[in-house]
C-alpha cells in the first residue's frame, strides 16, 4: 500500500517562499495521480494542484501564478513550490494520490493521504 510522507512545512512572512515535499514509497509512483490540499480549522479541504504522471498541472484559482506542482520520479517525491505567500496560504497541507491518471482537485477522490505539514504565513 502506498504511503506518503509530506515535509517542507513552516513559518515564513508574507512574500516569502517554501517548498514542500511528499516522499512516496510502497507503491510505483507513475500508478498515480498526485495532488496537494490544504485545510484550516473549521473549513472543508481545498485542492490546492494536481499532477498526472507525463501529463497536465492544474491550480486552484487562488495559488496560480504563485505555487507549482512537480514530481520526480527518480527519487518518488512530489513537490509544491510555493512563493508569494499570503497569510490566506496558512494551513495544514496535505499529499494526496488515487490510483490511475487523471486530474482532479477534489478530495473525495484520493484515497490515500499524508500526515500533512503546517505552513503558516505572517503579515
Known amino acids: 500500500q502506498v504511503q506518503l510522507v509530506e515535509s517542507g512545512g513552516g513559518s515564513v512572512q508574507a512574500g516569502g517562499s517554501l517548498r514542500l515535499s511528499c516522499l512516496v514509497s510502497?507503491?510505483?509512483?507513475?500508478?498515480?495521480?498526485m495532488a496537494w490540499f490544504r485545510q484550516t480549522p473549521g473549513k472543508e479541504r481545498e485542492g490546492v494542484a494536481g499532477l498526472v504522471p507525463y501529463g497536465t498541472e492544474s491550480y486552484a484559482d487562488s495559488v496560480k501564478g504563485r505555487f507549482t506542482i512537480a514530481r520526480d520520479g527518480a527519487t518518488n517525491t512530489l513537490y509544491l513550490q510555493m512563493n508569494s505567500l499570503k497569510p490566506e496560504d496558512t494551513a495544514m497541507y496535505y499529499c494526496?494520490?488515487?490510483?490511475?491518471?487523471?486530474?482532479?482537485?477534489?478530495?473525495?477522490?484520493?484515497?490515500?493521504w499524508g500526515q500533512g505539514t503546517q505552513v503558516t504565513v505572517s503579515s
Open positions: 494526496a494520490a488515487l490510483v490511475g491518471w487523471r486530474q482532479s482537485l477534489q478530495a473525495y477522490e484520493y484515497g490515500y
Open positions: 510502497g507503491d510505483r509512483f507513475s500508478r498515480y495521480s
